[in-house]
């Protein structure tokens, strides 16, 4: 009864009216009405760090079922990169030497999900330009000799054809060829014959025999993940530098992972490539064709459209006079451009200071260059293959850095045909003025940056022009 008096005089006392009615709920309800709230923030949220080349990090917030591309796509639209569909998420263990680009579909979550506490593994932010190199030019990762095709095949099977059946259901091709195979528990390598089919992978008992009784089941890629051995030497005392391998979702150490060592690294990225195809399909096919999947609330609007010109649709332009017009003749055009490129080279001879007045190249050509994205100071050799490697090794893809051997000189790095290649840049000096050249004092540039824009654009010396270089980004 005292209680009921309580609650009697409580309720007597008159109500004070709420400037703010919009602001209130129902003391029966929650707190936050999730009816009221976007449908995006019902979804569990984590954050995940992403580590830059430079070693710089960056936290995100994201939801439970962000998958890759996605926070590529984050990342892209918040440091303000251009997207050129090659940022790529990738994953690093530490503690074993592997790594793997994440597949663009794949749940972030379910990734970290596989880690064990104690180790130190990483989320890495960078490009890669041979993601879906697969499917613009299937010629450079299917040599002949490593494929062999159904015997209903009778008709030459073009490479185009070959992608068309690794994405089929019905048939698909055979890879055949020899690899190291690390024996199960012991410290030492065995040289295999291997085949890839759509039942898994396996390795002959009996030299290069195909015959049922023969072939011994090595793996299959449901329930686990393949990685490259990025230092394979050290660690596992591999044969070879193009070592990879498979790592089961539930992994319990280095003891379960099934570890491969090719000769070359066109070999490995035939393995590699293939083994992608037979476990993703149709899916990566989707991945290369739509280059942005929302799924996680990123908006594509903002990204600058990339647009590809056709080197046959470009035509030579005279502009000296009053109107504009075509350059028919092919020798005049030569002509054009050889000045041109007189011109250009004049006019680079000089470059503002910080004051904005023009200073001699020669006080400056030695520095001007370490501004550029592409030029990284006092790496080794074996840096800048790993570098390279990491951004893949698609033709075209470079850096410049000092030479170690000689203080005076710069090497360029270059990707071409499945191998790295360098070139030493020598400093040249005539009636007192530096150049820098590549083949010999033949071409001469003022600074690098010029010999850089050069080679973009014509082939010259090199095996192929520089397309896409490496850069350490920052986070």
């Known amino acids: 009864n005292r209680r009921k008096k309580k609650d009697d005089s409580i309720l007597e006392i008159p109500s004070i009216p709420n400037p703010f009615p919009e602001l209130c709920c129902s003391p029966f309800a929650s707190v936050l009405s999730a009816s009221l709230l976007p449908k995006a923030t019902s979804r569990k949220k984590q954050v995940i760090k992403v580590y830059s080349e430079d070693d710089t990090s960056r936290a995100l917030e994201v939801p439970s079922d962000i998958t890759a591309r996605d926070v590529c796509q984050l990342l892209i639209l918040k440091n303000h990169y251009i997207d050129d569909h090659s940022w790529t ?3 690093q263990l530490s503690h074993t030497g592997l790594g793997r680009a994440i597949e663009d ?3 972030v979550m379910e990734v ?8 130190e593994n990483k989320l890495y932010f960078r490009k890669n330009y041979a993601k879906y190199e697969f499917f613009k030019n299937p010629l450079s990762f299917f040599p002949d000799h490593m494929i062999s095709f159904p015997s209903e095949t009778n008709a030459a099977v073009s490479h185009s054809g070959v992608l068309q059946m690794f994405l089929s259901s019905s048939t698909y091709p055979e890879i055949h060829g020899y690899l190291h ?3 199960q528990g012991k410290k030492s390598w065995k040289k295999l014959y291997f085949l890839l089919r759509r039942s898994g992978l396996y390795f002959s008992t009996k030299g290069t025999s195909k015959e049922p009784r023969h072939l011994q089941f090595f793996c299959e890629f449901s329930n ?4 490259m051995s990025l230092t394979g030497k050290k660690i596992f005392g591999a044969p070879t530098s193009y070592g990879f391998c498979f790592k089961p979702n539930k992994s319990g150490g280095t003891r379960d992972l099934k570890q491969l060592c090719a000769d070359d690294e066109q070999s490995r990225t035939c393995w590699m490539t293939a083994i992608r195809l ?3 399909g149709m899916q990566l096919y989707q991945n290369y064709m739509q280059p942005y999947q929302g799924r996680s609330g990123c908006s594509p609007l903002n990204v600058t459209p990339m647009r590809s010109i056709s080197e046959n649709s470009l035509v030579a332009m005279d502009f000296s006079g009053h109107r504009s017009r075509i350059i028919e003749n092919p020798t005049e055009a030569l002509s054009v451009a050889v000045e041109e490129g007189l011109a250009w080279r004049r006019r680079g001879c000089l470059r503002l200071n910080s004051h904005g007045s023009p200073i001699a190249m020669s006080n400056m050509g030695t520095s001007i260059h370490r501004s550029q994205s592409w030029f990284h100071h006092k790496i080794s050799r074996e840096e800048a293959q790993r570098l390279i490697l990491q951004h893949g090794l698609v033709d075209g893809v470079f850096l410049v850095r000092d030479s170690q051997s000689n203080p005076k000189t710069f090497v360029l790095s270059l990707s071409h045909g499945l191998k790295i290649k360098h070139f030493q840049i020598v400093p040249l000096e005539d009636d007192g003025k530096l150049f820098y050249t590549l083949d010999d004092g033949h071409t ?3 600074d690098l940056i010029q010999l850089v824009e050069f080679y973009q654009l014509n082939k010259g010396v090199l095996p192929c022009k520089l397309k896409h270089y490496c850069a350490r980004i920052a986070l």
């Open 89 to 91: 998420l990738f994953e």
């Open 105 to 107: 579909h794949e749940l």
């Open 112 to 119: 970290q999900s596989n880690w064990a506490m104690e180790e």
């Open 181 to 183: 195979a690390k024996e």
């Open 224 to 227: 686990s993940d393949m990685y």
């Open 278 to 280: 037979l476990k993703y």
């Open 444 to 446: 001469r540039f003022t």
